[in-house]
Structure formats: structure tokens, C-alpha cells
């Protein structure tokens, strides 16, 4: 056995706790709901990028290329100071969501490159300038643009010219669970000799004034090369740092008289050793080398085209010459990790799309964080001390008080969202269960415990408000995990992990009933439901308009979510044949839900327009008639996610559904024709339930396959580019609305700073577009085709098309045929630059024609998808009549 898997099967089994320390460092605390105390909730605006060098953080901490025990007790991140910057580097930079012209957006350059699923080896590079770091130039410029405009980026201050920088390789290797080498490699690529100060800066965070640990632990200098961390519920650390720095000490303490006006409590303040570094101000360093921060600082001057290395360790049990080992441990566990990947990707051939997923997965892993918020105590202040403002008693996330989170969470994106977000998490979970089927498992449930999941049944969204809606894919990444997991282990299923998940989502489905089908319809509203917001008006305030928005989409997620309990349901069934009883339960939600989108409420109104031939939301006015709000974008291709084939002999070992089953059938075949293939038996007599029969389901391909609508070289766009030069206009209570194909950035404020696209590619809707097409072709077979790209006269089986769809959006990160990958755009250092153009940033959603990154570029949680993509692309390519077409599909 690989000694990764060995680490993870200890790990599993709690003999050895290799995951106690990871990169559980978020890249921003500043600017957070859970920092900010200010009575309005502008948490943007109370804590900014320049307090927080001086400002104890309450709930987490922060820092670049950084790592922590998993409880976060104690820290340890790289800062560096380049002799010109007014403050030195130890926390990314960005703009915030009121800044930004598109959002918030960190204006920083740095890479995710490896790690294993334990962190026994990491790695990143972050690249730091040696000019003056731009950060006026970058506030100045982004608020001067307007929306219409494209963001004002690092790379174009002009600080990377002449390739005047540094590279910053961060890596790290475990040479056991508690001893942890960690080397930076900085390269000068500059033309000139340049100075750097490094700091390798440990802390602890700041737990010893919440009333819950009144011990202050404490750094001191044993030597002059080593440190001494001691906590009275850890116990001691170690740290030897190698050569001769100048090693330096204060406190994890605000410096309040700079950030409020008022005199300070403590004499040594967090800010004292970058005020020492940079001005040569001593006054709030501690003399007696002791402190609860400290910071080796090393002044560097690197050779043109040299590099220069430092090398640190942190152990529980100090040896003697504890530096000997460092170099070979990090090449040791480099191999390990390059075994561990060569195992997964065994069917992977090229070379570049074998780069592309290591990187994926390396972001995933990076991701992790340690996530704090009890939101009582947040409400109601620490004991001791000030009382938070008594208007956020009745502000935001009142109505959480039992939430209380305290773990390691895959997050979105550490610095532009570093909080997790319920349906990225889902996401995240898929591709990451091949690397760490566990903690995908763990993640999961994690969402679904009573701590965080409402009383009431609700799953919290997001830290911003917890209480919004995101579409409910929990049940659907529970299922693909346990898949996913299962076949890995040769076919014996996780029934615990399973059973567990299905309780829970029970709930959740209630609350989801209850909440969002105000009329008892089976037509469902929800707001803030698609990934595009794509709609005339805010969905989430449609009574503003004086009236009432039945969405297409949000009942066709639930419809979804009816076939997903049903799938875990049967799947259920294997161990206990009671689950066949709910799995009828969730068949009658679903074909009620398919009867309502054809009739509401025995109108004679259909979310399905005949004349267009797709689905739309419909907007309903008291006393007129309803309107059909007639825009062809991801709200009309969501009905192709509810589908569901089965294997005709699961049947016969189920005689209380077949019986129920039956009974539809027989009662009430009107309902059943809408949305089951059960009477015609598809490819090896296989069933299927889908809200699209063969009719409407080729209506719906036949635009999403069509270039001038939302086929895109790089995927499914999210709006059709027909009303790129049409329009689409509407009158609501004398109101004139209009939406336009907008492939990039949103050009509207109506949502917010960066929530109002209108027509980017968005790898989760995709991800779930390829799988639906894998499902309707395992019912339909090698038999039944559709016509692609639409227009073209050639005509593909809907498996063919899924691994067609799949490779427009891995394109968006390989080389095209000038050597350039979409996704960096326009800019020319990175795409040539060998220093550039083979690192992946993955952005959170890409432009409609271009396949150019917008949005946070280190989404790699849900763009991580791709990795998923590509295994799934190598493990069922099969030789097809377009094997030509790329080069993928070529021996």
C-alpha cells in the first residue's frame, strides 16, 4: 500500500492524527461577518485590510502559505518585506465588495500547486514584487471604473515588468503527525540584485479573553535558532529555524491607540514586528524574548536569476540536529505524493491535463480552513467584556442562535469567500471524494448536524446570511459520494454514512415543502436560486412588484431533489427493504411536482411554453393575468437535472414500491405519462423517471446545443447569446424591464457589487448538464442520438455529446493551438511567460466567448470540478465516429 493511503487509513482509524495540522489558515479574517461589531453590519467597512496588522482577531486567523493544528491553537504563516511597501506583507490584499467596480477581488498573484489529502507534502507559489506594492494605485483605479468596465488588476500596475519580482515557493512536509518541515525557495527573476526581509511568524491565536481558557500560552527563545511554544492543553513545540535570524517577540494584542485613539492595555502589541522591520521601532517588541508572537526575520540580497532557501521546523519532541533530516523528509514526501497521484491518475495520458487536475485537487485541498462562529456568543458578547451593539440582536443571523461551528471546512475560496457556502460544499465534495473519500463524507454530514442545521430543517447558505436560499444539491452530492465511494471500495457501500445523511435530508426536504411552496402548489419560489440571478427584477423580492414569481427552476431543483431521495432511497434498500416506503414517498412528491409544472394549480397554466418550447418562470399580478417572463437562460435547462434511470430488475426485489409503482400507473396515468418511460422500457429494459420525455427533451437540447443560443466553445453558457443583439424587454406595473447576453462581468448593480451576470459559464451547471446527458443515454442507449452542435446534420448519442460538453470546458484550461489557455485571457506574460503560463488559477465562473477566468480566481472548490471532468472523460472514453475532432479523443 502507497504510504499516503497508509497515513489516511491511520488517520481513519484515529492510531495516528495526520490531519491534526493542515493549511487551516484563512487568506482574509478582516472584512468578515463573524469580525464585525459594528451596529449597521457593514462588515466590509469594520474591519479593513489596513486594521488588521494591528487588531487581535476573536474568531480566526489569517496569513499567506500558513498552516495551524486543526483547533487552530497555534499558528504559522510567511510574511516578507520587499524595502519599499509602507507596511510589510503578511496577508493578501484586495478590494473589498464596495471597492471593487466588480466586487470584492483580491489583487494578489499566487498558486496552489500540491498536497496530499493529509498535508504530509504542500506546496504554493506566491509572487511578491519588488517594486512599492501598488496598493493606492489599485483602490484608485478599480473605484474610478465603472461596471461596464473590466477590473483594474495587479498585473496591469505594471510591477511584474521586466520581470522584477520574486518567486515564493512555499512547501511543507510531515515527517511525522506532529513534525512538520517547512522550506521557502525565492527566486530573484528580476535583472538586478534585490533585498528581502522573510519572516516565518508563529502566534497563537487569541483564545485567552473569551472566558473559556484563561491560560496565556506562550513563546520564548530557548536558543538563538529555536523557539518554544507551550500551551497548557498542548504542551510544548519546538521550532528550529535555520541560520542565524534575528528572532523577535510581542503579543497577539490590538494596538488600540492606532486603530480607536485609545491608550493601550498591553505594552507589546501584534503590530511591533512590522513596525520594528519597517521604521526600526522596538517599542512594542518584548526585550525578554517572550511573547505570544514571534518572527525569525531574515534579510536577504539574491543574485539575478539566483534563489535562496530557508528551512524551519516544528516538532513536539526535539532531537538533536533537528535540521539534518529536512531536505531529504521534503523530497521523500514530494515522491510519496507524486506516487499517491500516479495511482489516481493512472488513466490520465496527457501530460497537461495530468498538471491541470494535480492542481485541482492541490487547491481543494489548500482550501481547508478553520471555521469559528458560535453565533450566541456572537450576539451576545464574550463575558467580561463590551457588549456588541443591541441592534444585532435583531440583524443579521439573529435567528441561528444554535449554530455553533468549530471545524475543518472545505471553503469556496479563502480570501474572496472564506466561509463556506452549503451548495459549493456539495460541490467540492464530488471531486475531492476521489482523492479523500472520507473527509468528503465528513463534509457532508458536517452541514447536516443539528449545530448547524436549523431546528426548523433549513441548511445555513453562507456566513453572510444564513438564512438565503442556495438550490438544495446536498442530496444529490450525498448520493454521487457514496457512489463514488462505493465502487472504490469494491462495491461495499458506506450504509452508515448513508442512512445517517438521509435522516437529516428528510428534515431538510420538509422545511423546503413547508417554506418554499407558500400555496401548497408543488410550484416552488426561492430568490436567490441560480448561480446567474438571471431574471428582469431580484427574484428574492418579486412583492416588491406586487406580485408573486413561480420559478421554473426552483421547482425543478426540487423535482431533483424528489429523484435523489429516491435514488438513496433504493439504494438504502440493499440493507433494509423498510427504505423502499420512503422511496414511494419521494415518487409521488416528484410526480405531483411534474403535474404542477404543467398545470398549476389546476389553471391551466404550464411553466412549459409550447409555442417556444421551453420552460419559463411565470410572474403572477392579483387581479391580471399571469405572465410568462419569457428569457431562455439556466432557469429553462434546470428541468434536465431531475432524471433518474433504473434497472428494471432492482424491481423484483422491491414488491411494496413495484406495487405503488403500479398503482400511478394504473390510477393516475395522465401524471405518470408527464415524466416516466415506464411502460416503454428503454436500452437493456431499463426505466426512467425525467421531467422531460422524448418530445420536450429534444426541444430543450436543441436550443442548449445551439451555438447562437447557449453553446459556447467552452460550454453551456448560462443566458442564450440570441438577446446579444435582441434584447429582451418587459413592462411590470408600467415598468420597463430588460435583459441583455452579457458574457463577462455583471454590468448591474441589482444584486449587489458581482451577483448579476447575464450569461458567463458556470462549471457546476455544466458538471450537472454532462451528467443528466450520461443518465438520459444509459436509459436511451448507443440507439438514439441528437443532432450537435444544432444545425450541424451531425447527429451524436447523448453520451457522445456529455464527453463533447466535458471537453469544451477542460479546454478553457489546456493550450490551445497557439500555446494559450482561455482562461488567462488577453494578458501575454501569462500566457508565455515560463514563469506564468503552466500555473491554473480557477476562477469561479468564465467569460460566455472567450472562456476568459473572471469572478475570485481561486474558486477551486466548484471549478474543481474539472478534475471530476477529466476523470470521468479518460475512465469512459470509448472510440466514437468524431474520435478526430480533438486530440483527447486521438490513441
Known amino acids: 500500500m502507497l504510504a499516503e493511503y497508509i497515513r489516511l487509513q491511520e488517520d481513519r482509524d484515529f492510531t495516528k492524527h495526520w490531519k491534526k495540522w493542515g493549511p487551516y489558515l484563512t487568506e482574509r479574517q478582516w472584512g468578515t461577518v463573524r469580525e464585525d461589531y459594528s451596529p449597521d453590519g457593514a462588515a466590509w467597512e469594520n474591519v479593513t485590510h489596513d486594521d488588521a496588522r494591528s487588531k487581535a482577531y476573536r474568531w480566526g486567523e489569517e496569513g499567506i502559505g500558513g498552516i495551524s493544528d486543526y483547533k487552530q491553537k497555534l499558528c504559522l504563516a510567511w510574511a516578507f518585506w520587499n524595502g519599499k511597501d509602507p507596511f510589510i506583507k503578511e496577508r493578501l490584499f484586495g478590494l473589498t465588495g464596495n471597492q471593487g467596480n466588480h466586487g470584492e477581488d483580491v489583487k494578489e498573484i499566487y498558486y496552489y500547486l500540491d498536497s496530499t489529502p493529509t498535508h504530509s507534502y504542500m506546496k504554493m507559489l506566491y509572487k511578491y514584487p519588488q517594486a512599492e506594492y501598488p496598493y493606492g494605485q489599485l483602490v484608485n483605479e478599480n473605484g474610478r471604473r465603472s461596471k461596464t468596465d473590466r477590473e483594474y488588476e495587479l498585473i496591469d500596475t505594471g510591477v511584474f515588468d521586466d520581470d522584477r519580482y520574486f518567486d515564493i515557493f512555499i512547501e511543507y512536509a510531515k515527517h511525522d503527525a506532529e513534525d512538520i518541515i517547512a522550506k521557502v525557495t525565492i527566486h530573484n527573476r528580476g535583472p538586478e540584485t534585490a533585498p528581502l526581509w522573510v519572516m516565518p511568524t508563529l502566534w497563537f491565536r487569541k483564545t485567552w479573553f473569551t472566558g473559556h481558557e484563561p491560560f496565556l500560552p506562550k513563546l520564548s527563545l530557548v536558543r538563538s535558532n529555536q523557539v518554544k511554544a507551550f500551551n497548557p492543553k498542548s504542551g510544548n513545540y519546538s521550532i528550529t529555524f535555520d541560520g542565524a535570524p534575528d528572532i523577535r517577540f510581542c503579543d497577539n494584542e490590538t494596538n488600540r491607540e492606532r486603530l480607536y485613539g485609545i491608550p493601550n492595555e498591553k505594552n507589546f502589541l501584534k503590530d511591533g514586528i512590522n513596525d520594528f522591520v519597517v521604521h526600526g521601532d522596538d517599542s512594542k517588541l518584548n526585550p525578554a524574548f517572550t511573547g505570544t508572537k514571534a518572527a525569525a526575520i531574515y534579510k536577504l540580497d539574491i543574485k539575478p536569476g539566483e534563489k535562496a532557501e530557508i528551512v524551519l521546523r516544528l516538532q513536539h519532541q526535539l532531537e538533536d540536529h533537528p535540521l539534518e533530516i529536512c531536505n531529504h523528509c521534503l523530497q521523500q514526501r514530494e515522491k510519496e505524493a507524486d506516487e499517491f497521484y500516479n495511482q489516481l491518475q493512472e488513466r490520465v495520458t496527457d501530460p497537461d491535463l495530468k498538471s491541470i487536475q494535480r492542481q485541482a485537487y492541490a487547491g481543494m485541498m489548500w482550501s481547508k480552513q478553520f471555521y469559528y462562529y458560535d453565533v450566541e456568543r456572537w450576539l451576545e458578547g464574550d463575558p467580561g467584556r463590551y457588549s456588541p451593539p443591541k441592534e444585532r440582536k435583531q440583524g443579521r443571523n439573529h435567528d441561528w442562535r444554535h449554530l455553533q461551528n468549530y471545524d475543518i471546512i472545505s471553503m469556496p475560496d479563502k480570501w474572496e469567500y472564506p ?54 444539491v446536498h442530496a444529490y452530492a450525498v448520493q454521487r459520494v457514496y457512489q463514488i465511494d462505493k465502487k472504490a471500495n469494491g462495491g461495499k457501500g458506506d450504509q452508515e454514512f448513508l442512512e445517517r445523511a438521509m435522516h437529516k435530508l428528510m428534515l431538510n426536504f420538509t422545511w423546503w415543502v413547508n417554506q418554499k411552496d407558500s400555496d401548497g402548489k408543488n410550484i416552488f419560489e426561492g430568490g436567490f436560486l441560480g448561480l446567474d440571478n438571471i431574471s428582469l427584477f431580484d427574484r428574492s423580492h418579486a412583492q416588491y412588484y406586487q406580485g408573486k414569481l413561480e420559478q421554473a427552476d426552483a421547482t425543478s431543483w426540487m423535482a431533483m431533489f424528489c429523484l435523489n431521495m429516491l435514488r438513496i432511497s433504493l439504494d438504502l434498500c440493499e440493507f433494509n427493504k423498510v427504505y423502499q416506503f420512503t422511496a414511494t414517498k419521494f415518487l409521488e412528491h416528484f410526480l405531483y411536482i411534474a403535474g404542477a409544472m404543467n398545470n398549476i394549480s389546476a389553471e391551466q397554466i404550464s411553466l412549459w411554453d409550447d409555442e417556444d418550447n421551453f420552460f419559463y418562470d411565470i410572474f403572477h399580478v392579483p387581479g391580471k393575468e399571469p405572465k410568462k417572463m419569457k428569457v431562455r437562460s439556466i432557469v ?74 447557449f453553446l459556447s466553445d467552452y460550454g453551456i453558457r448560462s443566458l442564450s447569446k440570441y438577446y446579444e443583439s435582441r434584447p429582451y424587454t418587459m413592462k411590470i406595473n408600467g415598468d420597463t424591464f430588460s435583459i441583455k447576453y452579457t458574457p463577462g462581468e455583471s454590468d448591474t448593480r441589482m444584486f449587489g457589487g458581482n451577483s448579476n451576470w447575464r450569461g458567463p459559464i458556470w462549471f457546476p451547471i455544466n458538471y450537472l448538464i454532462i451528467e443528466s446527458l450520461k443518465k438520459f443515454d444509459f436509459y436511451y442507449g448507443g440507439d438514439f442520438s441528437i443532432e450537435y452542435p444544432t444545425g450541424s446534420g451531425n447527429f451524436m448519442t447523448m453520451d457522445v455529446i456529455a464527453k463533447e460538453l466535458s471537453l469544451r470546458c477542460i479546454r478553457i484550461f489546456m493550450r490551445d493551438e497557439n500555446g494559450n489557455r482561455p482562461f488567462n485571457g488577453t494578458n501575454e506574460k501569462f500566457q508565455t511567460d515560463p514563469h506564468f503560463k503552466d500555473y491554473i488559477l480557477f476562477y469561479e465562473y468564465f467569460q460566455g466567448d472567450t472562456g476568459e477566468g473572471l469572478g475570485a480566481s481561486h474558486q477551486t472548490g466548484w471549478t474543481g470540478l474539472v478534475a471530476e471532468m477529466i476523470h470521468k472523460f479518460y475512465k469512459e472514453r470509448k472510440p466514437h465516429p468524431y474520435a478526430n475532432s480533438t486530440t483527447l479523443f486521438r490513441s
Open 419 to 472: 466561509w463556506y457556502a452549503a451548495w459549493d460544499l456539495a460541490f467540492h465534495c464530488i471531486p475531492i471524494s476521489r482523492v479523500d473519500p472520507e473527509f468528503a463524507k465528513d463534509q457532508l454530514q458536517l452541514l447536516l448536524n443539528e449545530w448547524y442545521m436549523h431546528p426548523n430543517g433549513q441548511i445555513p447558505a453562507y456566513e453572510w446570511n444564513f438564512s438565503d436560499v442556495n438550490p438544495p
Open 636 to 709: 429553462g435547462l434546470i428541468p434536465l437535472f431531475a432524471v433518474e434511470p433504473i434497472r428494471e430488475e432492482l424491481f423484483d426485489q422491491l414488491p411494496e414500491f413495484k406495487k405503488r409503482l403500479d398503482f400511478f400507473l394504473r390510477e393516475k396515468p395522465k401524471l405518470a405519462a408527464l415524466v416516466s418511460s415506464w411502460i416503454q422500457p428503454g436500452y437493456e429494459k431499463r426505466r426512467l423517471f425525467s421531467l422531460l420525455r422524448g418530445h420536450r427533451m429534444k426541444k430543450v437540447l436543441q436550443k442548449m446545443l445551439d451555438s447562437d443560443e
